[in-house]
Structure formats: C-alpha cells, structure tokens
C-alpha cells in the first residue's frame, strides 16, 4: 500500500517537475507563474500523499499552509505583475 | 471493508495523478496563455481532489480528514481567484490595468 | 522506492536552484526562487525535519517571494542603479566557487559522520518534559538556546528599521508602500473576504500546536502576516503609519516579553532566560504568544517597505 503511495507521489512530482519547463520557457509572466502553482498544487498533493505512505506529525499542516499560501505568492505575482508594467 | 474502501482509494489518487499529468502535458503542449490556464486548473481542481477523495480512507482520525478536505477546499478556492486573475490580465480586461 | 524520491528532489531542487540563478530577469528568478522553496520544503520533510519544512512553506510561499516581488517592482525604472550594482562576472564566479567548495565540504563533512552522529539530542529528548512541551524542537529553541531565539527575534525589528531607514526625511512616518484599491467586486475581493477567517484560525492553529507537534511563532506570526497582506492588496486595510505608537509596540512587544521572561528568570530561577521550575509552561506560552504578534507586525511591515506617503 504505502509502495504504491510512494509511486503515485513520485509521478505527480515529476509531472509538475516536468511543468517547470513553462517557468524556463514563459514566453508570457503568467506561463511562468501557472506553472509555480502547477507545482504548488503538486507539492500539496505529494505531502498528503506521503502522509498517508506514513504519518508524520504537522505533515498535514504543512500542506495546509501551502495550500493556504500557495495561491497566495501568485496572487501577489499578478499584482505586482500589473505595478511592474505601468509606466 | 477498510481494505477494499482503500483499494478504490489508490483508484481515486492514481485517476488524480492523471489528472496531474494531463495538467503538465496541457501546460507544455497548449498553444496560448489562456489555454494553458485551463489545462492547469484541472490538476488543481481534479487532481488535487481526486488525491484528497483518495486518501480519504488512508485518514487516522476523522479531524486529519477534515483537514484533508479543507486543503482541497483552500486550494480550490484560491486556485479559481488565481485563474481569474491571470485570465483578466492575459485578455487585458483587468480592473485598473 | 523512497530513494527515488530523494533522488527526483535533489535534481529537482538543483535544477530549480540553477534556473533561479540563470533567470533572465528578476520576476522569472523570483518565480523560480518560488519553486525552489516548495521543492525544499519537500526535501525537509524527506529528511525528517517537519519543523522545518512547514517554516520553508509558511515564509516562502508567504513572505520571501512577495518580498522579493515587491523588490522586482520597485527596481523597475532603476535600470542604470541596477547594473551598477550588479558586482561584475569575475566576482559572482568567484562567489559562486566559494560558495560551492563551502556546500562540497559541508557535504564531506556530514557524509563523514558516524551514524548515528554524535550530538546531544538524546540528552535533550530525556530533558524535554521539564519545560511542559511536547515538541522537542520547541523545547531546544526555547529552553536550551533561548538566547538565540531572543536574539533572533530582536533581529526582526531591526530588518523593519533597516527597511524605513530607506525613507526619505519628508516621508518619515509616514504609510508604507503603494495604495491598492478597494476591490469592491471581483476574484480579488471574494477570496480576501473567504480566506482572511481562514487563514487567521490557521495561523492561530500553527502557533498554537508549537508546543506539542511541529508550528511555533514564525510559521504562525508568517500566516497571519500573509493574511494582512492579502487584505492590503485587495484594498480592505492600509497600512499604519509608522510613527504610531501601536504599530511600534506590535513590532517589540515579543522581545520586549522575551525579556522580562529573560530577567525573571534571574530573580526566580537559576540566571538570565532559565525557566523557573513549574512557571516554565505559562510563561512560554505569554512569550510565544507576543512572538507571534511581533512576527507577524515584522513581516507585514518588511512586506510593506519603507514608508512612501504621509500620514
């Protein structure tokens, strides 16, 4: 059981590993901010996941945090985004 | 009954893996930012959700399955406000812009 | 099947460490400086340090990368000051050899150890139950090195003065940074209004369980700081002027607290910052308590940055 949790954890962080390709590439600022939340999404999920191949304790919170927080950098990104371009 | 509810369980997380995938593979392959963007919020709504339904069983105690579904909860709700927000900036409709 | 993941990590984590450095301008560094800190995070809790890991989440995901955002925002137009700023190739070669033989013989270094290392965490984990908390990374930081806690968190105020020392004299005491609008509809002003509850139980939560499971003041006060932010940028709160006399208490009630628990000691227990026996608990408590304030005022106001218009 936990092999295979370990396995899934595995594939979602080369997957979003894999997406960080877009934050080398852009072309725009948002291609590369989709793709620090693609592996912020990930991250979360390979915390639930390792928690539960086996519990640690505050691995939840941890992902809580990010998940309160992750969305929370770009949101920032977009609006700093918007300051950066104004003349 | 535990044992077969956790079967289903790595269904659900391997079905949420995929969707991660897909995620990637849209967020490479697609052709523009918009695109892009709706490629990305499936493995943040459908992904991270399918995990999160997945492990559900996997929980110690119903508090840690709480928390489990309000991860899902704050990433959802804040995935959408970040979308709409990199979506009102690519289309150059944004307030203020 | 763990070694892959700490193998997949570590190449991760360099990658992301190299693009940061090769980034072409500052956001793309920043984005990447970004995912550098989510990829360290899992790598802290790899290594068993949750109390770690769950700090890198909170203050990179909450602060360092709107810090350095905020940075990116105000160089803009600096283009001449910027580059002449910038130390010259030979320099940042030199920097980064130095830094690389230091990473290399560290790694040497730990590779050597016996296993298990010599240390005195066994000495300390026998110990921990005398202060009342059932965290042992909490007992070290405030039981075995308060002072550095204490002096680490002294530190954080004057980070904040370092950053209003860049006012101008007119603007000195002053508002901070730029003025967001009100956003009365939108994306923006749904999710300030949804998740500011939220995040303030979490951040309470993330402190409040320091004393007994991974959390503590930092991570806590950071969340709380963030959730500040989120109500600044949205438009729901400005920023106090930094002459009043509240913010300035926010910002030194924790080592002001720290302290008076550092002298009390003195009187009631063995010398400075020793926990007098069966006080230990409660009084941790108050101190951590002001921390977390004091954290989190720090952090808002290093977000903030230097005063920019009158009061």
Known sequence: MAEILLLLAIFILASAGIGLWRVLRGPERADRLMAAQLLSTGAIAVLLLLDAAAPQAGLLDTALVLALLGAFASIAFVLAARQVERP | MIGALQGLGLLAAAAGAGFFLAGTVGLIRFPDTTSRLHALTKADNLGLGLVVLGLLPFAGSLGAALKLLLVWGLVLLAGGTVAQMIAARVRGTEPGA | ?311
């Not at chain 3, 370092?162 to 940074?177: C, H, K, L, T, Y």
């Open chain 3, 1 to 311: 099947m763990g070694g892959l993941v700490d193998w997949l990590l570590a190449a991760l984590v360099l990658g992301a460490a190299a693009w940061t450095l090769a980034a072409p301008t500052g956001f793309a560094a920043v984005v990447g400086f970004v995912g550098f800190g989510l990829l360290v995070t899992l790598a802290w809790v790899r290594l068993g340090a949750v109390d770690v890991a769950l700090t890198e989440a909170a203050i990179g995901a909450g602060a360092t990368g709107v810090i350095l955002l905020m940075a990116v925002v105000r160089l803009r137009g600096g283009a001449e000051e910027v580059s002449a700023a910038t130390p010259g190739r030979a320099v940042m070669v030199a920097a980064g050899l130095l830094a690389g033989g230091v990473g290399l013989a560290l790694a040497l270094a730990v590779l050597a150890l016996p296993d298990p290392a010599p240390g005195l965490a066994a000495a300390a984990m026998a110990r921990r139950g005398e202060l009342g908390l059932g965290n042992p990374v909490a007992a070290v930081l405030m039981g075995y090195r308060g002072l550095d806690t204490l002096l680490e968190s002294v530190v954080l105020v004057f980070a904040v003065l370092a950053v209003w020392s860049m006012a101008p004299d007119r603007r000195w005491g002053g508002i901070p940074g730029p003025r967001f609008p009100r956003q009365e509809a939108g994306p923006l002003a749904l999710l300030a209004r949804l998740l500011l509850p939220i995040g303030l139980v979490i951040g309470i939560h993330v402190a409040w369980v320091g004393a007994e499971a991974p959390g503590g003041k930092f991570q806590g006060g950071t969340i709380l700081a963030a959730m500040w932010v989120l109500a600044w940028v949205a438009g729901l709160v400005q920023p106090p002027a930094i002459a009043s006399q509240a913010v300035r208490l926010a910002l030194v009630a924790g080592p002001l607290a720290f302290l008076l628990a550092g002298f009390a000691g003195m009187a009631l227990g063995e010398g400075f910052l020793a926990w007098p026996p069966g006080l230990a608990k409660p009084m941790i408590l108050l101190v951590e308590a002001a921390m977390t304030l004091s954290v989190a005022a720090a952090l808002a106001l290093l977000v903030a940055g230097p005063p920019e218009r009158a009061a």
